[in-house]
């Protein structure tokens, strides 16, 4: 009943729903957490389709590639759109964009009209939606909360939506495609927009004018760039990111291997498996959530990308359903941590009339590594084996660990004298 009156209500004491109080922020966590269960129904029974119609990882890797691909691409023109346009009114339309999207798999595979290639246009097509709203959505969140204080438990609590999702959305997909077959998992998520829009449009956003911009898109991408890569800290957070997507995230894409060939289940087994990694990742966000400051989440991004690392060391190495469960639950929580994590403290340093761009770096080094780390894992698999795959993946996640680890001490001393400025960190008193 807590969670219950906090999201109806955004009254709860507990400080892990304390960014609820914000009647904008409460709408679009809502909205949010139950479009995204749709979009993780999607994503697991396409998957599931690929897999049980072509019996090639291969072509799963090529699928997810090209619905990926578009981030590398479009990302950071969509940050430098943040940057100059009504962030609120972009992202109903994505979301838009997006349903028709779902709309028409729905009808293609219902009709059993859909082959391989329908589904890879239809992949790219959502990809350019996501392209988009993904890093709007991101720097969207700043403007939903008044109080700088609540920066980290928004962000935190932004990061438990999806994780919410990863939990509940592939645990009921696996169940309905045993039952009724893919498209229903289709049918639902275009549903589940029409809740998502419909909290977009309920929103109290101030009109206040975005500021004229005078610099022309390419030199806004150029300043953009030379920001987030010629500041040490920016740049080795996304840069860790990057690997860790690049390297490790790519498991959810072999997963479909794992659970029919190895643990020998099906679309149940795979959604338990998804399921738990998404109670993993609810779990970190969770501690998140709890944080009352910013300070220490280097060392938490240490130990985070080093967990996530071993856990899928272990979970391939695993032949025990018990264990990879629990792997997956551990991998889960280290890779939203770090996640979530890194989003806080970007969020935090960076300059407002920048928080577009810089995001949309952070999304592309997220979403935009990963399809080409998809495309090397299906083609891995198929070379050396899913396990030996994700052993090399967890080993470079750790090595990053470490070298971010070393280099922490010299970057927390660029970082001091920025929250110092914003107030996140008291000023020091004047020498007597």
Known sequence: MGLLSALITGNNGNEIFRSLKYRNFRLFFIGQSLSLIGTWMQRLAMSWLVYRTTHSAVMLGVVAFVGQIPSILLTPAAGVAADRYN??????????????????????VLTNTASISHLIILSIILGVVDA?????????????????????NAVALNSSMVNIAKLVGPSVAGIIIAAVGEGMCF??????????IGTLLMMKINTTEVKAVHLKVWHQLVEGFKYTFGFPPVKNLIA???????????????????????LHGGAQMLGLLTGASGIGALAGAVFLATRKTVLGLGKVIVVSVALFGAALICFALSETVWLSIVFMFLAGLGTMVQMAACNTILQTMVEDNMRGRVMSFYTMAFTGTMPFGSLIAGVLVEKIGAADTLIIGGSFCITGAIIFYRKLPALKKLVHPIYVQKGI???PPPMQ
């Open 132 to 152: 988009f709203d993904m890093p709007i959505r991101q720097a969207f969140v700043m403007e939903m909360i008044e109080k700088k204080h609540d920066i980290g």
């Open 240 to 262: 860790l990111l990057a690997l860790v997507s690049l390297m490790g995230m790519p498991y959810m894409v072999v997963l479909p291997v794992f659970a029919k060939d190895i």
């Open 87 to 108: 962030k609120h009114k972009m992202l109903v339309i994505t979301q838009i964009l997006a349903m028709i999207q779902a709309v028409i798999l729905t009808a293609a």
């Open 187 to 196: 049918a639902l998520n275009a549903v589940s927009y029409m809740v998502v």
């Open 425 to 427: 960190i008291p000023s």
